[in-house]
Structures are given as structure tokens and as C-alpha cells.
């Protein structure tokens, strides 16, 4: 099973390709679409070692030049000193516009990758090949891009659409198992929020929590729908004005809680994880969502292996007092997205801080 | 005489408005945008000790709460490090998506603080207030940001375009003269590539060298027609895949020039003035440009006060080696504009690397 997504902006479209083996047919795919011969590929050690030989090859034998780097490993190394190697490679190997950068990897390379591209030369041209379970079904499709700044996550950034995404699901097979678990809960908050099929889906299924116990049907059905799910609501709002907040759905309280424990303790998706469970507690309280539904989402996260309570020793005044340095924060009020049903939620600046409060008390561990 | 210009992009559409005194009007016209509240002015020390009062005020009467800083003055902090204070002051701060960057200077101010702008939480508001003719005329317009790279101008950038562009012709009265001079550079480029009447109104003027010899009617007539220029071309061409090359018009050379100098030696507009000379030299060498035009432009350049040599001492090899770094390089070939005659360009990159060393040859002083 294959399936093109298209995602239509209407600055760039471009395709997410979803088939098993695709890998080496990145050559190929983007030699169709008339991309400069210069490639840089970008990636991290871990990853190079085992997809770098076979798609630099594919480039090679669709005639690319190919220079690669590898990234230092991790989310602490997300900066603009990072870029700035980056950049000194780019131009080393003198880069053009017509040039190309791939991202071959997880989150923290495609960003870091997608945001290099766009500040080289005003923006050259991206593809992104995402090897982790999160990235695929979200970091790399949609154009955010951008690094850390030393006291906020993904503060500098810039939107810059790739050229296309190819992802290929056999990569998971090397994928560490929290990593999965992590993007599985991605994965259910595009149930929640957009598509009660796919969340009908991963009810049916005994097993969330390893792909091994995952049939290959259902991860290609998994994939599929989560890209579609996201290309449907980017196409409909590139630049995060309306429709777009949705996909913040678990990531208000995740965020503040992945940032309070430096990023360290948490890997994001777990973050959002417990952001959702918060958020659909609060849909609850105030009379937005049903109980049962709630239930049914943290049965979920639950079984695919995801934490559902607060970290240890994490202080609630300062997660109320952290929500406010989102990104997401206009005129001073805290957003959050809520479900009112499974597949549909909507976004509201009025929360109670108190309601915030008393959910949080009840998920400390 | 005030006028307003209309930049048409699909993306956003915004307005230059070009009015002596306007500078206390900045608050009215940003108010009427609808504008968050929240400001971040960013200038440069001897700007804000002219015009940093002023515009704060004017910003509070209308409401809006503003913070303020000063960059280091010079291109050589035109760097990320440079950015990277901007960030920190926008988060301390606590900027929002919908807050504002204010670049109040010449066109390292408005590069940068455009750069910051574009990738501060992914893109919030930048209002431009050039001070300096040649940002006036050319950089505040047309939504190119950006920082050097320390082997290369420009190299690290985005385009963003501003909410506004408010001209205030009345500052040039504290411009250096010699960066009026070089100002006009780009004033004499819009009339040999865009705007004949243009080119006709300059050589009707005795005077071309300093603001207090050139009468308030021509300046304003001076700045409208450039902006008008500059905005049409942009207007038709956002991201520079074609028609917006022509404004590259003497920045071949002009930036290689300028690069091998270190950028210390020459301002950017008597680069380009010598630019001009090169490009409308090879024009007339290839058969594409009479004499006589090339020869009523060099004049103009000289009027201006302009040099029209190259500097001592600079290899012309290195020169040539240096076109193939240039961003307007694609596929290896490097390109150039080329007059056809006055008002009239086109692009190419069929020029035979012998014209160009024997123009420099030519130039050398």
C-alpha cells in the first residue's frame, strides 16, 4: 500500500508520499521535480549510519552532487549555533538557490534542517524524510521550522514549505520504542481533534504501544490518515491564524511541562500526551466534552504506553505562571483547544486560571 | 507633497507612505492597522538620539506600549549574533505573534531588525522607518531581510514584508553626506533600469551630491519614483524568480567589490555605482547598449559624486573568482543585468568572462 497526500498552499503545494521501501526512490522523486543539482543531505549520526548510504546513492544515481553533515544528536543542540554550521557548510559547497536541502531524521533535524533552508540565501528549497514515528506524522509537514532559544522552545523559526516529504514506514523498524510511543501521541490527537475513524481505528487495535505488535496495514492506515489529517487543516490555513491552532491540542500544558523539566525528563509527544489529558479534563469541567469520551481518549494514551499524570515535584503555580510565555498567548490570554466531541474541538481564550488549577492538582502524581 | 505607494503582494499587501513630518504620525498609521500593542523599537544610538523620542511618543499617544533598543552601529554587527540580543529583549518583553518590530534607520537597522521580525516566533509585524536614502529608496521596500555571514553579504535572510513603510523625507536632513551620495546610486539605478522620466528629471538637476542642493519638490519627486519603482517590480515578482532581478542591476560587480574590500572601504551605493559603470560598459561591449546612454549614466554617477574606478590595489582575478560566490549565481553561471537602453534592462548569464576582465581592466584606477 502507497498513497500520495497532496497538501495545496497557495504559495507552494507539494506531496507527502507514504510507501514502504521509498527510501530509495528519493533520487528519483526529486529529480521530477527539477530541483538544482547540489544537494546537501542533513542528518545525526545514529540515523546516517543506517539510511545515509542508501539515500545518498538514490541521489547519486538520479545524478545529484551530494554533500552530507550530520547534526550533533538531541534537543539540546536545536540552536543557532547549530545553523551556523549549517550555514558554513552550505556555503563551503556553495549552495545556490536552486539548490536543495534534505532532512534525513527525526524532529529536531527536519526543524533544524527546514529553518537552515529557509534563512540560506532567503530561502532555498527543502525535502524532508522523516524517520521518526512524530516527525512523520507532524514536525515535517507544514512548514514550521525554527530552534530553540535558551529560554523557550522553537521561539525562532520561520515557515517555509518543503518540496516534498517522503516518508517510508519501514524506517521505524530502528526507531527506539519510546520514540514510537511518543509519536503514537500525535497520532491519537489527530483522532480527538479531526477524524473519529482513525480514533474508532486505535480502539480496535489490542496493541498502541510497540510496532512490532502493530499490523503493517495499520501503520500505512495510521500514517495516511495523520498526514491527511494535517495537510487538510495546513492547506486550510498556512500561517496559524485560525483552523491551524487546532493541531495545539494537548500542547498548551504540554508544552509548559516540557519546558519546566528542560526538556530532558519528557520526550515531546509524552508531553502532549498529558497536555491532552488536561485539556480534555478541562473540556470536561466546563461542560464542553463528555465524561466517557474523555475516558475513551486517556484509555488511549494509555495504551500506548504514555504517561497520563504530571511529573513528580513539578510545582502547578509555575505551570500556570510558564503557560503564559507561550507562543500561542495573544493579548495576555492563555488558548487552549477543547473537544467537544471525539473528532472535533474548538479553541477559546476563556479558561478559568482556577479550572486550570484544580485539573492540574488532580493529575499530580 | 505626500504620496502613498501600494505594494501589491498576494501574500500581503502594504503601504509606503512618503510625507514630510510624517515621523509623528508613525502611532496614528500603525494604530489604524490594528496592530498588537506591544512594540519593540530598534534603532541605532546616533538615530535615537535624532528620532527615537519622537517616534516613542507618537507610538504612546496612540496607545501602544513600546520597549526600545539600539544596535551596535555598523554593518559589521550586522550579524546573528547581533539578532540573537533582539530575541532576548523580545522575550524578556514577552512579544507576542501580533506585537510589532519598529526598524527606525538606515538599512542595516531595517535588515536586521526585518530579520528578527521574520523569525520571532515564526514571523510577527515589522514596520520600516528608513533614514538613510538608500534604505528610503531601496532596502525597507520589497520585504528582503537579512545578516551577513562572515564570508559573505546578505547570505543569512528571509523575506517578510512590513505591515508599513513610513518615509519622512525630512530625516535625510541628518544624513552623512556621503551616504546621501551613495544613496543616489540606487536613485540613478531606477532610472536606467525602470523609469526614464526618472533618469531625465536627475540630469535636469545641477546638482545631485547633497540634500541642502536639491530642491523639497525633486527629493519627494526622487523618493516617490524610486519607491513607485521598487514597488512595481517587487509587486510582480515577491520572491525574485525573475523580473526582480533587474533590481541587481551594478550588483554583480557591485558586491564583489564590496565583499573584497570587507566591506570597509566603499558604502554599498558606491559599490553599486561602480556596478553600474561595469554592467553599462559590457552592455555597450556586447553590442546591447549605445555609447552615448552609458555615457549619460556615468555622468549622473559622477554628479552624484560618485566614484566610478575601481579601488587601488584590487585584483582583478580575485574579482572574477569572487561573481561565483555571488547568491545571483545559478548553475554555476553568474548572472547579470544589462541595460538596453534607458529605462530598459534584461538579464543574462552569457557573458563572456574575457568582456569582464577587460571592462575591469578598463575601470582599474
Chains 1, 2 share one sequence.
Not at 521550522?145 to 535558551?150: M, S
Amino acid at each position: 500500500m502507497s498513497s500520495v497526500i497532496k497538501v495545496d498552499i497557495p504559495e507552494k503545494s507539494y506531496e507527502i508520499s507514504v510507501a514502504p521501501g521509498s527510501l530509495d526512490q528519493l533520487g528519483e522523486q526529486m529529480a521530477s521535480l527539477k530541483l538544482g543539482k547540489k544537494v546537501l543531505l542533513v542528518s545525526n549520526p545514529m540515523i546516517f549510519k543506517h539510511y545515509g548510504e542508501r539515500a545518498i546513492a538514490s541521489l547519486q544515481n538520479a545524478g545529484f552532487e551530494v554533500v552530507s553533515y550530520n547534526l550533533p544528536p538531541g534537543e539540546r543542540y536545536k540552536t543557532l549555533n547549530s545553523i551556523q554550521k549549517i550555514y558554513d557548510i552550505a556555503l563551503e559547497n556553495r549552495l545556490e538557490r536552486s539548490s536543495t536541502m534534505v532532512a534525513l531524521g527525526g524532529g529536531v533535524v527536519g526543524d533544524m534542517t527546514g529553518f537552515a533552508a529557509a534563512t540560506w540565501l532567503r530561502g532555498i528549497n527543502v525535502v524532508q524524510i522523516p524517520t521518526s514515528l512524530l516527525a512523520m506524522v507532524d514536525s515535517a509537514i507544514g512548514g514550521k521550522t525554527g530552534v530553540n532559544h535558551p529560554h523557550g522552545k522553537n521561539l525562532i523559526g520561520a515557515f517555509h514549505q518543503p518540496s516534498l516529504v517522503l516518508i517510508d514506514p519501514e524506517v521505524l523498524k530502528t526507531l527506539p520504542a519510546r520514540e514510537f510511543r511518543a509519536g503514537m501521541a500525535e497520532v491519537i490527537k489527530y483522532g480527538v481533534i479531526w477524524d473519529a475513524e482513525l480514533f474508532t481505528q486505535l480502539e480496535a487495535s489490542k496493541h498502541l504501544d510497540q510496532l512490532r505488535y502493530l499490523k503493517s496495514d495499520l501503520i500505512n492506515y495510521i500514517l495516511t490518515h495523520s498526514c491527511q489529517g494535517k495537510a487538510e487543516v495546513v492547506s486550510k490555513d498556512e500561517k496559524e491564524s485560525g483552523l491551524r491552532a487546532i493541531l495545539n491540542y494537548g500542547h498548551t500544558i504540554g508544552h509548559a511541562v516540557e519546558s519546566l523539566t528542560n526538556y530532558r525528563l519528557l520526550k515531546h509527544g509524552e508531553a502532549v500526551g498529558i497536555g491532552m489529558v488536561a485539556a480534555g479534563e478541562i473540556a470536561v469541567k466546563l461542560g464542553l466534552w463528555q465524561k466517557a469520551d474523555a475516558e475513551r481518549q486517556n484509555a488511549l494514551i494509555k495504551k500506548s504506553g504514555l504517561p497520563t499524570q504530571l511529573p513528580a515535584d513539578l510545582d502547578i503555580e509555575t505551570i500556570i505562571d510558564a503557560l503564559q510565555l507561550d507562543k500561542k498567548v495573544k493579548s495576555g490570554k492563555v488558548r487552549f483547544v477543547l473537544p467537544t466531541q471525539i473528532g472535533e474541538v474548538k479553541v477559546t481564550d476563556e479558561v478559568p486560571t482556577d479550572t486550570i488549577r484544580q485539573v492540574l492538582q488532580e493529575m499530580a502524581s
